[in-house]
């Protein structure tokens, strides 16, 4: 059974960070290429950064700059540290899991990170 457990998120106020965390069991977790999407209120889910099995990363443009995206295949973990947090970041964030091999996907079920004053 495939598993993506996502922590560390949280209530923060404008300027401050954040680091989340996706432990992945039942997966081969260093073929995958990894994600986190965000979703708010009303929106539609978008992709906020995201890490390919040899370590390319891509951004969301209004995270470029404020956000890293890195993997530890040894512990199975794709973290997300997100510094300079703005109110407009506030959404349900996701983690992803994607095969190449076999084009498939895998979420999370999804951690909260609320920033406000």
């Known amino acids: 059974q495939v598993q993506l457990v996502e922590s560390g998120g949280g209530l923060v106020q404008p300027g401050e960070s954040l680091r989340l965390s996706c432990a992945a069991s039942g997966i081969v977790f260093s073929i995958y290429a990894m994600g986190w999407y965000r979703q708010a209120p009303g929106k539609q889910r978008e992709l906020v950064a995201a890490i390919t099995r040899g370590g390319d990363t891509n951004y969301l443009g209004s995270v470029k700059g404020r956000f890293t995206i890195f993997r530890d295949n040894a512990k199975r973990t794709v973290y997300l540290q997100m510094n300079s947090l703005k109110p407009e970041d506030t959404a349900v964030y996701y983690c992803?899991?994607?095969?190449?091999?076999?084009?498939?996907?895998?979420w999370g079920q999804g951690i909260q990170v609320t920033v406000s004053s």
């Open positions: 992803n899991a994607h095969g190449v091999l076999y084009d498939d996907d895998y």
